[in-house]
C-alpha cells in the first residue's frame, strides 16, 4: 500500500536555527498539505499546494516559515530562525484530488 | 467558517464494552466528514468518511459512524473495544469547494481498561 513518506522522524533543534522537513507524497497525488499539530491539539493547516503551486498559506507564519514543491511531487518545510514556540508534530498529507487526505508518520520537532 | 466540536476530551472505556465519540460541525452546506485515529506519536490514520449517499458509514477496524444532518452531528462508534483501541480520534470537516482543506476537532483520547 502507497504511503506519504516523511522525514527526518524526530529533530532537536536550538532556537534560532534552521530546519528543515521532507515529504514525499502518494505517487500520482497532486494535492500536498502540510499541517502544524501541537501537543494535545488537532492537526492545523499551514499550507496546501496543487501540483507546485500554493492554494492555500493563510496559516503560514511567513517571516520565519517557508515551504516549496519545485517538481510538483516531494516537498520541503522550512523554518529559520526556529522560535521554542515552534515544537510540534510537524505532519504532511496528499489527495488525488482534494477528497480524502492521507497522511505521513510526521515529524517531531523540539526546540530548546 | 466551518468549525468541528468533539466534546469529550477524555473517555474510559472497558475492553469489550461499546464506544460512542461524539462530533459536531457547523458547515453551511454538506460538508465532506472524516474520522482519524493517531496513535502515540505517530501520524492519522483514515478510520472511515462521508460524501454523500448512505448516512451509515463503515470503516476500518470495525468503526462505523453516522451522518445526522439535522444534529450536524458525525458520531463514531464500535460495537466492542479492544485494547489496541486506545489512542486519539480525530474528526474533521471538509470543504468539497477549497481543494480539500480540513478543520479538524481538538481530538478525544480513549483509553481502554482490561
Known amino acids: 500500500e502507497a504511503e506519504v513518506a516523511q522525514s527526518p522522524r524526530y529533530k532537536i533543534t536550538e532556537k534560532s536555527q534552521a530546519v528543515a522537513f521532507w515529504c514525499d507524497p502518494i505517487s500520482g497525488h497532486a494535492t500536498l498539505y502540510w499541517y502544524r499539530q501541537i501537543l494535545g491539539q488537532g492537526p492545523e493547516l499551514l499550507v496546501q499546494?496543487?501540483?507546485?503551486?500554493?492554494?492555500?498559506d493563510s496559516q503560514l507564519p511567513k517571516d520565519r516559515f517557508s515551504a516549496e514543491r519545485l517538481k510538483g511531487v516531494d516537498s520541503t518545510l522550512k523554518i529559520q530562525p526556529a522560535e521554542l514556540g515552534d515544537s510540534a508534530m510537524y505532519l504532511c498529507a496528499s489527495s488525488f484530488r482534494g477528497e480524502t487526505q492521507y497522511f505521513g508518520p510526521g515529524t517531531r520537532l523540539l526546540v530548546l | 467558517a466551518q468549525s468541528v466540536t468533539q466534546p469529550d476530551i477524555h473517555i474510559t472505556v472497558s475492553e469489550g464494552a461499546s464506544l460512542e465519540l461524539r462530533c459536531n460541525y457547523s458547515?453551511?452546506?454538506?460538508?465532506?466528514l472524516f474520522w482519524y485515529v493517531q496513535s502515540p506519536g505517530q501520524g492519522l490514520q483514515l478510520l472511515l468518511k462521508y460524501f454523500s449517499g448512505d448516512t451509515l458509514v463503515q470503516g476500518i477496524k470495525g468503526f462505523e459512524a453516522e451522518f445526522k444532518r439535522s444534529q450536524s452531528s458525525f458520531n463514531l462508534r464500535k460495537p466492542s473495544v479492544h485494547w489496541s483501541d486506545a489512542a486519539e480520534y480525530f474528526c474533521?470537516?471538509?470543504?468539497?469547494?477549497?481543494?480539500?482543506?480540513?478543520?479538524f476537532g481538538a481530538g478525544t483520547q480513549v483509553v481502554v481498561t482490561p
Open positions: 458547515y453551511g452546506a454538506t460538508p465532506y
Open positions: 499546494f496543487q501540483d507546485e503551486s500554493v492554494v492555500d
Open positions: 474533521a470537516v471538509g470543504s468539497p469547494d477549497s481543494w480539500g482543506k480540513l478543520q
